[in-house]
């Protein structure tokens, strides 16, 4: 399954490399070209592949949604007992993945590839680093590149996992925490030698974003009422104490303590909007509880079915 966008002059050379990986390893597969909203000839020399070779499936979508959106549709038209991924940008090298096919026929779940020699400039090298280290930081992961597009997938599984943002980056990791058993391999990495590259440090503080949101939902999903109950008791506690004192001062000297009842206003509404927030996060830990519960079902079903083999 390959992403393209604005690729004109990779999409021949890209089918042609694909191809003769695969043939030659003689590995049955479908080429599944998903067009995010090109500007260019890509679609209409995806549509000429597409119509010469029935093996290649090509999805346009109407408009560019990025990378991960164009997974999303690719992963789900895929219909191969393994899903194999890669950039359009003619940098991943298709011979890699024989080889990381036979890391999952060993027993992985997935196999993730690892740009050990990067031929890219510094300006997506140095943010590929810094999201490579964000990523083992706050995520307690072990993938060396999680940029790395290049990967191998068991198709039941991959096919579970919902895909939104810039989150085909986390899926080795969520696949970890999930109990999936993981690979890495070294893979050939080439120059681009066409088009642009449409990655920059633009990308980091998005990376930084997501890494966050999915740490909070999963700490969130394991105590979602320790963290409600967390910030609504001290809120109210001060608002309730900051109230009463600021009656007390009235009745006894019969002054208005504006400034006490201020902040006992303002943190009983911060108590109020806490819980509010505190009863949508539930449902937001749930769903996103839920999601990993089943990746978790289905790597623990294709465990199960291999030892029973």
Not at 39 to 59: E, P
Not at 171 to 177: D, H, K, N, R, T
Not at 248 to 273: K, N
């Amino acid at each position: 399954m390959v992403p393209l966008h604005n690729e004109e002059a990779n999409v021949a050379p890209l089918y042609a490399a694909v191809v003769d990986a695969l043939q030659s390893a003689g590995i049955d597969f479908e080429l599944i070209l998903v067009d995010d909203g090109s500007r260019d000839g890509t679609s209409r020399l995806a549509a000429g592949l597409a119509h010469g070779d029935n093996r290649v499936c090509l999805v346009r979508l109407r408009r560019n949604f990025g990378q991960t959106a164009a997974m999303a549709v690719g992963i789900r038209t895929s219909r191969g007992r393994l899903v194999a991924t890669m950039d359009g940008d003619g940098q991943n090298d298709p011979t890699d993945i024989p080889a990381m096919v036979a890391l999952i026929e060993a027993g992985s779940d997935i196999v993730v590839g690892w740009r050990r020699k990067r031929q890219d400039s510094r300006l997506r090298v140095i943010p590929s680093k810094i999201a490579n280290w964000m990523m083992r930081r706050i995520m307690r992961t072990s993938v060396k590149d999680t940029g790395c597009s290049l990967k191998v997938y068991r198709g039941n599984l991959i096919r579970n996992v919902p895909l939104y943002s810039d989150m085909h980056r986390f899926i080795p990791a969520l696949a970890g925490l999930a109990g999936a058993r993981l690979a890495q391999m070294q893979v050939k990495h080439h120059a681009r030698m066409w088009g642009h590259s449409k990655y920059g440090y633009s990308r980091i503080g998005k990376v930084f974003l997501d890494l966050i949101s999915i740490r909070f939902l999963l700490s969130f999903s394991k105590r979602p009422y320790a963290w409600v109950l967390g910030l609504a008791v001290p809120f109210s506690a001060v608002g309730v104490a900051a109230i009463l004192v600021g009656f007390w001062h009235a009745i006894l000297w019969r002054e208005d303590d504006v400034v006490l009842l201020g902040v006992g206003l303002l943190a009983g509404s911060l108590a109020v909007f806490t819980v509010m927030w505190g009863l949508i996060g539930l449902l937001i830990a749930e769903t996103s509880a839920s999601n990993l519960q089943q990746f978790a079902r289905v790597a623990a079903e294709l465990s199960q079915r291999d030892v029973e083999e």
